[in-house]
T-cell receptor
């Protein structure tokens, strides 16, 4: 059973465009929702995270939107740059589930 | 200083061999993990240790045996390697396990190829 569903699997965006990646979760006990960024040949690294007491969190060009009632959250990358090309993973944990549950990842390619 | 370091980065070995991957974290964290990332990039938890105690042991063949000599180290030993074991293995750590807000820090990965 996949507890965190992520889409799309891959995404191609033009430089300067907006990249949007969506995730949905099932466990209502989850209370922490991070996004990880992974470049080729590297380990995943925390990009931005949100807790369900807010509906949006912004850090630079990266924004998480959170919809608690729909059990969905999304990552928006504004003014996407070729350097943003990477694989992005959403994740969740909380309650007795201390370990992060990851989505299957989205490979983002930003074309110059 | 590298927060989570693992060695070797690349490992090519023959089927049937036994190999180990070492991991160390200098973050002072209590919890360490091994994740496996397959060719489709899916990240799957294998093991989790909290203060040297095994906490999570997902459905992993018993050919895989983690060992934690202290809370800063978590090594992974693999016996009788099979072709399907080829993957990237990530060591990771976090401050705690059974609490929310649990940011996990990953190493750079160990690329295992079984031929």
């Amino acid at each position: 059973q996949q507890q965190v569903k992520q889409s799309p699997q891959s995404l191609i965006v033009q430089k300067g465009g907006i990249s949007i990646i969506n995730c949905a979760y099932e466990n209502t006990a989850f209370d922490y929702f991070p996004w990880y960024q992974q470049f080729p040949g590297k380990g995943p690294a925390l990009l931005i995270a949100i807790r369900p007491d807010v509906s949006e969190k912004k850090e630079g060009r990266f924004t998480i939107s959170f919809n608690k009632s729909a059990k969905q959250f999304s990552l928006h990358i504004m003014d996407s740059q070729p350097g943003d090309s990477a694989t992005y993973f959403c994740a969740a944990n909380g309650g007795s589930q201390g370990n992060l549950i990851f989505g299957k990842g989205t490979k983002l390619s930003v074309k110059p | 200083d590298t927060a989570v370091s693992q060695t070797p980065k690349y490992l090519v070995t023959q089927m049937g061999n036994d190999k180990s991957i070492k991991c160390e974290q200098n973050l002072g964290h209590d919890t360490m993990y091994w994740y496996k990332q397959d060719s489709k990039k899916f990240l799957k938890i294998m093991f989790s240790y909290n203060n040297k105690e095994l906490i999570i042991n997902e459905t992993v063949p018993n050919r895989f045996s983690p060992k934690s000599p202290d809370k800063a180290h978590l090594n992974l030993h693999i016996n009788s390697l099979e072709l399907g074991d080829s993957a990237v293995y990530f060591c990771a750590s976090s401050q705690w396990l059974r609490r929310g807000g649990n940011t996990i820090y990953f190493g750079e990965g160990s690329w295992l190829t079984v031929v």
